[in-house]
């Protein structure tokens, strides 16, 4: 699942982000939190930094995310 998030690099495929990120929730993947790392550089990537930064919150032990946004 974390290969397919960073295949997502585009804003315009930001439904797509959400439809992984769904299924994610759906089969209980993101509770394990290199998913959850995965996410947050997928939204990067897709320039949605309000679901980034969502996601990176609810990481209980994050570590030091560096997200490089293309601008």
Wanted: aromatic share 8%; with cysteine.
């Amino acid at each position: 699942m974390v290969a397919l998030t960073t295949g997502l690099i585009d804003p315009s495929l930001l439904l797509t982000a959400w439809s992984v990120h769904g299924f994610c929730l759906k089969i209980n993947l993101d509770s394990h939190s290199y998913v959850r790392c995965g996410l947050v550089n997928m939204y990067s990537r897709c320039r949605c930094i309000a679901s980034a930064y969502s996601v990176y919150n609810s990481i209980c032990e994050p570590d030091l995310v560096i997200v490089i946004v293309s601008v």
